[in-house]
């Protein structure tokens, strides 16, 4: 069972890392200094907390997705409120970037391995696109299209020089062969999201540092074009010589200019309440099948492929205000970032531009949200995002608020997120842990759940979708052993549930087959109506199509 968020392997064990990292932080500030809050985390929080408030009134069956989607939202805001109170020394984050670049190259040598040296690779390649250990092609391009950026950062910036004359020229050609590996794989990726952000990326370091840079500039430009045509010609070449076979995104284009046009209808109907958090995906499938005429649905939507969009759509005017407040501080933080690197590069500073490339750096990121759901798949994305987005707050900010705590407060508030870090930590670790038993009985073929059994109540609650998704299946393969009627009793009960907030053609065969068992004919015939428009390419249900006179 494919999903997002902590079904996903990796996630949990970022959101591990991050618990620690807010651990750390907060354990090694000085008792007597105050807690750092900058005009941008205001509007921030703000947006974050208007973000949250829907939840309390959004139906009840797509609440247990929506408030992991709000915690998510939430941990990230103290994630970065956190970051906050460390304005890194350049000594400390130099190999923090470092450190980023080595992961996203990481990343682009596994994709290479997954194109030309899969007996090599260590993660599986599944279809004809690669995605690294991501899963999916986009978000591995938006992650390398990060990369590129924070190259072509340290690549310009002087600052980031060595001292060495050996060890800067080692280091140069480490930055050149990046910016040309970099730029081969994104376009081995065939992300158009990350195609545009890249493009974007290059336009923005153009714009930002034309006046300061141009020699460097051009010269990271050419070996950028250079790793193009190297793509471009591996592309050329036919697949039985080693080539890359192109992707036709044709249907894609049609597919989300639909989602949009609808998603822009569902808002049109509930501008102020909105459809409730949680509810989209059952609510698009059939608002869309459910018109006159019925729009013809080419996938399953779980997104609408728009940030904004979606919390507007499921939120109404209230989650509108909230990513109005977050647009705003993005904007507040972008004057300031303007206005701190002109002032140090008139200074001449060292470290003149590092905050404007910092937030060049949040560009694919941020692009990607607009087209697909990156930070729902990738927790790596997440915790990147809000990395660079301290540090560009922190480092540009020129007068930051301090909010001094009595001294009977300050423990109080050390315990409680030390606590609450340790808590996330330990439930994490079990989640990762819980997520993999699963994954064996699921390649298992679910024969055998008792792995479940020994799953930890920490695990069971934070996988409950995918533990009684796996449970109820295993449920059906019981009935065939058995030929217990109960079972499939019970598996309708589920079902019926299940579909009242999740689309799934599997749920409706399985449902729709016991019902015509049960001799509940009418109430077949109307899940198979259903399901013929919702999966018209399915074979299963054009015998109900036939049956209702489509």
Same mark, same amino acid.
């Given at each position: 069972?494919?999903?997002?968020?902590?079904?996903?392997?990796?996630?949990?064990?970022?959101?591990?890392?991050?618990?620690?990292?807010?651990?750390?932080?907060?354990?090694?500030?000085?008792?007597?200094?105050?807690?750092?809050?900058?005009?941008?985390?205001?509007?921030?929080?703000?947006?974050?907390?208007?973000?949250?408030?829907?939840?309390?009134?959004?139906?009840?069956?797509?609440?247990?997705?929506?408030?992991?989607?709000?915690?998510?939202?939430?941990?990230?805001?103290?994630?970065?409120?956190?970051?906050?109170?460390?304005?890194?020394?350049?000594?400390?984050?130099?190999?923090?970037?470092?450190?980023?670049?080595?992961?996203?190259?990481?990343?682009?040598?596994?994709?290479?391995?997954?194109?030309?040296?899969?007996?090599?690779?260590?993660?599986?390649?599944?279809?004809?696109?690669?995605?690294?250990?991501?899963?999916?092609?986009?978000?591995?391009?938006?992650?390398?299209?990060?990369?590129?950026?924070?190259?072509?950062?340290?690549?310009?910036?002087?600052?980031?020089?060595?001292?060495?004359?050996?060890?800067?020229?080692?280091?140069?050609?480490?930055?050149?062969?990046?910016?040309?590996?970099?730029?081969?794989?994104?376009?081995?990726?065939?992300?158009?999201?990350?195609?545009?952000?890249?493009?974007?990326?290059?336009?923005?370091?153009?714009?930002?540092?034309?006046?300061?840079?141009?020699?460097?500039?051009?010269?990271?430009?050419?070996?950028?074009?250079?790793?193009?045509?190297?793509?471009?010609?591996?592309?050329?070449?036919?697949?039985?010589?080693?080539?890359?076979?192109?992707?036709?995104?044709?249907?894609?284009?049609?597919?989300?200019?639909?989602?949009?046009?609808?998603?822009?209808?569902?808002?049109?109907?509930?501008?102020?309440?909105?459809?409730?958090?949680?509810?989209?995906?059952?609510?698009?499938?059939?608002?869309?099948?459910?018109?006159?005429?019925?729009?013809?649905?080419?996938?399953?939507?779980?997104?609408?492929?728009?940030?904004?969009?979606?919390?507007?759509?499921?939120?109404?005017?209230?989650?509108?205000?909230?990513?109005?407040?977050?647009?705003?501080?993005?904007? #507040? =933080? &972008?004057?300031?970032?303007? $206005?701190? +690197?002109?002032?140090?590069? %008139?200074?001449? @500073?060292?470290? *003149?531009?590092?905050?404007?490339?910092?937030?060049?750096?949040?560009?694919?990121?941020?692009?990607?949200?607009?087209?697909?759901?990156?930070?729902?798949?990738?927790?790596?994305?997440?915790?990147?995002?809000?990395?660079?987005?301290?540090?560009?707050?922190?480092?540009?900010?020129?007068?930051?608020?301090?909010?001094?705590?009595?001294?009977?407060?300050?423990?109080?508030?050390?315990?409680?997120?030390?606590?609450?870090?340790?808590?996330?930590?330990?439930?994490?670790?079990?989640?990762?842990?819980?997520?993999?038993?699963?994954?064996?009985?699921?390649?298992?073929?679910?024969?055998?759940?008792?792995?479940?059994?020994?799953?930890?109540?920490?695990?069971?609650?934070?996988?409950?979708?995918?533990?009684?998704?796996?449970?109820?299946?295993? #449920? =059906? &393969?019981?009935?065939?052993? $058995?030929? +217990?009627?109960?079972?499939? %009793?019970?598996? @309708?009960?589920? *079902?019926?549930?299940?579909?009242?907030?999740?689309?799934?053609?599997?749920?409706?065969?399985?449902?729709?087959?016991?019902?015509?068992?049960?001799?509940?004919?009418?109430?077949?015939?109307?899940?198979?109506?259903?399901?013929?428009?919702?999966?018209?390419?399915?074979?299963?249900?054009?015998?109900?199509?036939?049956?209702?006179?489509?």
């Amino acid at each position: 069972m494919g999903g997002v968020g902590l079904s996903l392997p990796f996630n949990p064990l970022v959101y591990a890392v991050m618990a620690v990292m807010v651990l750390l932080i907060w354990c090694g500030k000085p008792r007597r200094r105050g807690i750092v809050f900058t005009p941008t985390a205001r509007c921030f929080t703000m947006g974050v907390v208007l973000l949250a408030v829907p939840l309390a009134y959004g139906p009840a069956a797509g609440f247990s997705s929506a408030a992991w989607r709000v915690a998510a939202l939430l941990a990230g805001c103290i994630f970065y409120c956190s970051g906050l109170q460390v304005r890194l020394p350049f000594r400390l984050r130099q190999p923090l970037l470092v450190l980023l670049l080595a992961i996203v190259a990481g990343q682009a040598v596994i994709a290479v391995l997954q194109l030309f040296l899969p007996a090599w690779n260590w993660v599986p390649l599944r279809g004809a696109r690669v995605y690294g250990i991501f899963q999916q092609p986009n978000v591995l391009g938006s992650f390398i299209a990060t990369g590129l950026a924070l190259t072509l950062m340290q690549w310009l910036l002087p600052g980031y020089a060595l001292v060495a004359s050996r060890r800067e020229g080692v280091r140069r050609v480490a930055l050149s062969l990046l910016l040309v590996l970099f730029s081969a794989v994104l376009v081995w990726i065939q992300s158009r999201a990350a195609w545009l952000a890249t493009l974007l990326v290059v336009l923005g370091f153009w714009g930002c540092f034309r006046h300061h840079f141009a020699r460097g500039l051009l010269s990271a430009s050419v070996l950028i074009l250079l790793g193009t045509a190297l793509g471009g010609v591996v592309m050329l070449w036919p697949e039985s010589a080693g080539g890359v076979r192109y992707i036709s995104h044709e249907m894609s284009n049609q597919a989300r200019l639909a989602m949009l046009q609808d998603t822009l209808k569902m808002i049109a109907a509930h501008p102020l309440s909105g459809w409730g958090y949680g509810s989209f995906e059952y609510a698009f499938q059939h608002f869309r099948i459910e018109q006159v005429p019925p729009t013809q649905v080419l996938e399953i939507a779980r997104h609408p492929h728009n940030e904004i969009l979606y919390w507007w759509v499921e939120g109404g005017l209230v989650a509108l205000l909230g990513i109005s407040l977050l647009i705003l501080g993005g904007g #507040r =933080l &972008l004057l300031q970032v303007f $206005r701190h +690197d002109r002032r140090v590069f %008139s200074t001449g @500073a060292a470290n *003149a531009g590092e905050t404007s490339a910092l937030c060049l750096a949040l560009l694919p990121m941020l692009v990607h949200t607009q087209l697909e759901y990156p930070f729902y798949l990738s927790a790596m994305h997440w915790m990147v995002f809000l990395l660079l987005l301290a540090m560009a707050d922190r480092l540009s900010c020129r007068k930051v608020g301090v909010i001094i705590l009595p001294a009977r407060g300050r423990l109080p508030l050390r315990c409680g997120i030390g606590g609450l870090c340790m808590a996330t930590l330990v439930m994490m670790v079990a989640i990762f842990r819980g997520g993999l038993s699963l994954t064996q009985a699921e390649r298992n073929g679910l024969r055998d759940i008792q792995i479940l059994d020994s799953m930890s109540p920490i695990a069971r609650w934070g996988l409950q979708d995918r533990v009684n998704f796996d449970a109820q299946t295993h #449920r =059906l &393969l019981t009935y065939n052993i $058995r030929r +217990d009627d109960s079972e499939l %009793s019970r598996y @309708a009960v589920w *079902a019926r549930h299940y579909l009242t907030r999740r689309v799934d053609a599997n749920v409706y065969a399985s449902l729709i087959a016991i019902l015509r068992y049960q001799q509940q004919t009418a109430e077949a015939e109307k899940y198979g109506f259903d399901a013929a428009l919702l999966f018209p390419a399915d074979p299963r249900f054009r015998r109900s199509t036939a049956t209702t006179g489509e």
